[in-house]
């Protein structure tokens, strides 16, 4: 059984609706686990958007067996990740 995460939402400062698919896992590791993927945005993210965030939802009749990333925020400006929010509410 294959287990991912149930939905991903794409958001930015200024309200753009991103057409994603909420899929892009690259398949289980060996013990059936999607630990890696991408995910298509649908579009282009807009010039005057300077912060985008990747939140990640897990199924939740599944708990991961170790620690994940359940947000990301992107700074468009600088072109990289400014916050990773771990599960536990914990940023590292």
């Given at each position: 059984m294959l287990r991912a995460t149930q939905s991903t939402?794409?958001?930015?400062?200024?309200?753009?609706?991103y057409e994603h698919s909420g899929v892009g896992g690259w398949g289980p590791d060996r013990d059936q686990v999607v630990r890696w993927g991408n995910e298509s945005l649908g579009n282009t993210v807009p010039s005057d958007a300077t912060r985008l965030s990747i939140s990640?939802?897990?199924?939740?009749?599944?708990?991961?067996?170790?620690?994940?990333?359940?947000?990301?925020?992107?700074?468009?400006n600088?072109?990289?990740?400014?916050?990773?929010?771990?599960?536990?509410?914990?940023?590292?």
């Open positions: 939402v794409v958001s930015d400062e200024i309200g753009t609706v990640f939802h897990c199924d939740d009749r599944w708990e991961p067996a170790e620690p994940w990333i359940e947000r990301l925020v992107l700074d468009m600088v072109g990289g990740m400014v916050e990773a929010r771990w599960r536990d509410g914990h940023p590292r």
